[in-house]
């Protein structure tokens, strides 16, 4: 009974100690971007050694633990995603963090000096904006704020605004409306793996 209670003291210490590094991890949404912006950079100064395919392997388990493409893709489909089973909510999510993943690659295809910046973050109603900008050598730069939610495990982005702005949901979902209306679920996805298709080359 002592050992008994004595792994029991154990394991119950181990899951306060994990469930203190799970909050640690989640504790700061900048940590994430910046995280991210590492990994843009990185593939940026390789990106002719790694070509579109390599740029795309290196960046999907980025995209994968940084973006909510769940819920990302729920509001994108707006109310159809009701009417879906679990299977097309599954392969819709899957297309559609693919087509996210293919379209980084495609965009940081180079490196010629440029930087990123974590300007900081700003608590709004549904979770925190955290300010990032693209430094170019010229002292030009592009403003990519984005929208973070507590997961409970981690901080992920649920939205991305150029310029500080534009929406990249509300644009998404304006260029999926006219396929999901004509064609349903099965045509956005055959759509989103047309698009990666061409765009891996």
């Known amino acids: ?63 994968k633990r940084t973006f909510d493409v769940g819920y990302m893709t729920r509001l994108s489909v707006g109310r159809l995603w009701g009417d879906m089973t679990p299977d097309q909510r599954q392969r819709a999510i899957a297309a559609f963090r693919r087509y996210i993943t293919i379209n980084y690659a495609v965009q940081f295809d180079g490196y010629s000096g440029e930087t990123f910046k974590v300007l900081g973050k700003q608590q709004v109603k ?48 304006s260029e999926f409306t006219a396929i999901l209306r004509s064609g349903g679920i099965e045509a956005l996805i055959a759509m989103l793996d047309k698009k990666v298709a061409e765009l891996a080359g």
């Not at 030009?140 to 992920?156: E, P, R, S, V």
């Open 126 to 173: 549904h979770g925190v904006i955290v300010r990032s900008q693209l430094v170019k050598p010229d002292s030009d730069t592009i403003d990519l704020n984005y929208l973070m939610h507590d997961n409970d495990t981690a901080w992920q982005v649920r939205d991305v605004y150029l310029q500080g702005s534009i929406s990249q949901l509300a644009t998404r979902r």
């Open 1 to 63: 009974m002592r050992r008994i209670a004595q792994y029991a003291l154990v394991l119950a210490i181990g899951l306060i100690c994990l469930a203190g590094v799970e909050a640690q991890a989640a504790a700061d949404p900048t940590e994430v971007i910046e995280g991210l912006n590492a990994a843009l950079l990185d593939t940026m100064k390789n990106a002719d050694s790694l070509g579109v395919k390599g740029r795309y392997e290196k960046l999907r388990p980025v995209v």
